[in-house]
T-cell receptor, first 115, second 115 residues
Framework: AQSVTQPDIHITVSEGASLELRCNYS??????LFWYVQSPGQGLQLLLK??????LVQGIKGFEAEFKRSQSSFNLRKPSVHWSDAAEYFC?????????????FGPGTSLSVIP | GAGVSQSPSNKVTEKGKDVELRCDPI?????LYWYRQSLGQGLEFLIY????????KSGLPSDRFSAERTGGSVSTLTIQRTQQEDSAVYLC?????????????FGPGTRLLVL
């Protein structure tokens, strides 16, 4: 069965520092991978997604993620964090569209940003 | 409307009462998901409506929970005989298609408090 883990429950970084949020998945097929962000009091919003091709994916708000098949990982990165990036981040995995299927979300990583 | 809407935005009820939560997906979206997010927790999948196929109810925590989707559009999540542990934010999402590659668009959620 597919699953997603986010090893870090909570991360604190200083504003301007670099950021990497980890995501590992367990899957028997080619995955579709997503990162969503949930800002305080807001709904979830898609940051970026990977389907195929270039393993480095660019998203909104200056985020990027790299798919590493050998490590079953899809880590999210940002070179310089802004205070407004403080939020909950969710990694998610979907299955190649051979039939109807649902997307599985990880438990989330809470990001705090120190001014 | 332009996005997914949910009503009510907040609901306070007494233990043992029934509640209905409504979700209006984006027009034309085939798939509809319900999730539960307890305080400080990740997304707990509840149910997935996938076009005209039978819904995936594998995430419903008990038989007190049920959901309908009428006419392939509006969905209602019903919780019967509410318990205090049902207190959470209930999120609805829709996507254009039903495959694992689809981006989900989330509503703002309904915050349920069971006293």
């Amino acid at each position: 069965a597919q699953s997603v883990t986010q090893p870090d429950i909570h991360i604190t970084v200083s504003e301007g520092a670099s950021l990497e949020l980890r995501c590992n998945y367990s899957y028997g097929a080619t995955p579709y991978l997503f990162w969503y962000v949930q800002s305080p009091g807001q709904g979830l919003q898609l940051l970026l997604k990977y389907f195929s091709g270039d393993t480095l994916v660019q998203g909104i708000k200056g985020f990027e993620a790299e798919f590493k098949r050998s490590q079953s990982s899809f880590n999210l990165r940002k070179p310089s964090v802004h205070w407004s990036d403080a939020a909950e981040y969710f990694c998610a995995v979907g299955r190649l569209k051979t039939s109807y299927d649902k997307v599985i979300f990880g438990p989330g990583t809470s990001l705090s940003v120190i001014p | 409307g332009a996005g997914v809407s949910q009503s009510p935005s907040n609901k306070v009820t007494e233990k043992g009462k029934d509640v209905e939560l409504r979700c209006d997906p984006i027009s034309g979206h085939t798939a509809l998901y319900w999730y539960r997010q307890s305080l400080g927790q990740g997304l707990e999948f509840l149910i997935y409506f996938q076009g005209n196929s039978a819904p995936d109810k594998s995430g419903l925590p008990s038989d007190r929970f049920s959901a309908e989707r009428t006419g392939g559009s509006v969905s209602t999540l019903t919780i019967q005989r509410t318990q205090q542990e049902d207190s959470a934010v209930y999120l609805c999402a829709s996507s254009l298609g039903t495959g694992g590659e689809e981006t989900q668009y989330f509503g703002p959620g309904t915050r349920l408090l069971v006293l």
